[in-house]
């Protein structure tokens, strides 16, 4: 079972930018495709990014697309979400999760099974 865990999330200035971290142990990581969500308080689970097992394709949310970039390097195990020019909104818990199909996490991402437990990213002005 692939066990996934986030890191990175930390204060930052409306305007920065953050990398997140998704990390995973086993040789099994380069068989998955990785997704990002975010929630924020009080509000829904969103799609954020998405990666296939081989680092592409790639999607984004609209909110975040021209600003954020997913990547990954099977080596590390580690898939990563470069966040730029953050805004208020984009505050909120990050998690990854995981899925051999890349369309499961695109499409249905309510049945996936394999999560982290999130990193918490604050914007403040």
């Known amino acids: 079972q692939l066990r996934l865990v986030e890191s990175g999330g930390r204060l930052v200035q409306t305007g920065g930018s953050l990398t997140l971290s998704c990390t995973s142990s086993?040789?099994?990581?380069?068989?998955?495709?990785i997704g990002w969500f975010r929630q924020a308080a009080g509000k829904e689970r969103k799609f954020v990014a998405a990666i296939g097992a081989i680092g592409r394709p790639t999607y984004y949310g609209d909110s975040v697309r021209g600003r954020f970039t997913v990547s990954r390097d099977n080596a590390k195990n580690t898939v990563y979400l470069h966040m730029t020019a953050l805004k208020s909104e984009d505050a909120a818990v990050y998690s990854c999760?995981?899925?051999?199909?890349?369309?499961?996490?695109?499409?249905?991402?309510?049945?996936?099974?394999?999560w982290g437990q999130g990193t918490p990213v604050t914007v403040s002005n």
């Open positions: 999760a995981g899925d051999t199909n890349l369309n499961t996490i695109m499409t249905n991402w309510g049945t996936l099974k394999i």
């Open positions: 086993g040789p099994a990581f380069k068989n998955f495709a």
